[in-house]
């Protein structure tokens, strides 16, 4: 069946939005310049906007072509469920309680390893953090994990070449990071249950595989970097500010893995998020600034990437059904770095009669190329949140972010065919 007219304006306004978002520095160099729309500027030049705004064009041209009522049913139609999912986990994983609990882990591992200082900081942050996102999410450790990255590493002036191939190095092992089990990375979950596939089965199948690369991954930037890793003190001492009770920090664990565990059932977790909310206005004293702001710049993305990849499902997949299985896996790692990874996997579920070698080959395909670009994984636009103040013009190049996957990206392709 040939598209219709509103399919192919969704493709055009899609790829539109790929363009923006590589484009997003060139918006932030105008707004420098420019003296009354630098405001304007500034917010096209924001990467958390950019698939919302173009979501809301896509939704002006639906209403116009297809009317209201289809409009909206279309709306309806589409699950926000992990859109509120990473917000509600981002606000929580970034509060003071949870933070400093996760920082004192990081200096106790740190200290064990045999290279101490920076380095084995460095390790545990990049390695342990991202693979214990198969316990408490994807979304949890990637905010963990820049959070840590923030304060720690990128605030002390390294070079733009460490940040890129940090940032990118932390948006593969966090995508590969989670499949150790079946319920903590977005691709995983959009098939485990479809394709019956348990936590053992995701260990033995995925999870050693992941480990393997992410621990290359890092160690390989440890020798590529240590000469400016080595010169660098890491501050591993928490906030100094009141000091938090355990009643508090065990609280906060209690809430985020209520969330977690009822992380399919929005008006669940999202009632225990807002219960979560009153207990940090109670106890102001162990807070920092809530990551409000972000969470929902954040959510904006999703909300816009959900809506825009909804139209793409007529000719994406009709592509997968045709494919082999090492083209499944070159073209998951192309695709789902601009179309999201979780979408191709989605979209995999939906096809009769995929072969067991299929199924294998396209997931790793998608988790493998997670880190190449924003939007490749949901988790990223929180670790790009995040780490942006610390990057010129506070922006993320996503050229170079591209770059800095590249070689992350090739080792956890070669584990996941290889061993």
Not at 265 to 289: C, E, H, K, N, W
Request: some cysteine; charged content about 10%.
């Amino acid at each position: 069946m040939p598209p219709t007219s509103l399919e192919i304006i969704a493709a055009v306004i899609f790829a539109l939005a790929i363009i923006h978002i590589f484009s997003v520095k060139y918006f932030e160099s105008i707004a420098n310049r420019s003296d009354k729309h630098a405001g304007l500027f500034h917010l096209l030049g924001e990467i958390e906007v950019v698939f919302g705004i173009w979501a809301m064009i896509l939704v002006i041209f639906m209403f116009a072509l297809s009317g209201k009522e289809s409009t909206i049913n279309y709306m309806n139609e589409r699950s926000y469920i992990e859109t509120m999912f990473v917000f509600v986990i981002m606000v929580m994983a970034a509060t003071r309680p949870i933070l400093n609990s996760v920082i004192t882990l990081v200096k106790k591992l740190s200290n064990i390893l045999p290279r101490k200082g920076a380095t084995g900081f460095y390790f545990v942050v990049m390695a342990v953090v991202p693979i214990f996102g198969s316990l408490i999410t994807e979304p949890a450790a990637m905010t963990l994990a820049a959070l840590i990255l923030s304060d720690k590493l990128f605030s002390q002036g390294i070079s733009k070449k460490l940040k890129y191939m940090t940032l990118g190095a932390l948006f593969v092992n966090v995508s590969i990071g989670g499949t150790l089990t079946n319920f903590a990375a977005p691709p995983i979950l959009m098939v485990a249950k479809t394709w019956d596939w348990s936590n053992y089965f995701m260990f033995m199948t995925f999870g050693w595989k992941a480990m393997v690369a992410i621990f290359i991954n890092t160690s390989l930037i440890i020798v590529l970097f240590y000469k400016e890793l080595s010169q660098i003190t890491i501050r591993t001492s928490v906030s100094d500010k009141t000091a938090i009770p355990f009643s508090i920090t065990l609280t906060h664990y209690i809430f985020l893995f209520l969330v977690i565990f009822f992380g399919h059932y929005p008006p669940i977790f999202m009632s225990i998020f807002l219960l979560f909310l009153g207990v940090t206005y109670a106890y102001q004293q162990y807070q920092d600034r809530l990551m409000l702001r972000e969470g929902l710049l954040v959510a904006f993305f999703l909300g816009g990437l959900v809506i825009l990849g909804g139209m793409q499902e007529w000719w994406l997949k009709d592509l997968i059904s045709r494919m082999s299985n090492m083209e499944a896996f070159i073209s998951a790692i192309t695709l789902g770095s601009f179309t999201d990874n979780a979408a191709i996997t989605y979209l995999g579920s939906l096809v009769d009669g995929l072969s067991d070698e299929f199924k294998y080959y396209l997931v790793a395909g998608a988790v493998c190329g997670g880190g190449l670009t924003v939007i490749a994984n949901a988790p990223n636009p929180a670790g790009v949140a995040i780490l942006k103040s610390h990057f010129e013009d506070n922006t993320i190049d996503p050229r170079y972010l591209f770059l800095g996957a590249i070689v992350p990206t090739v080792i956890a392709a070669l584990c996941f065919i290889i061993l």
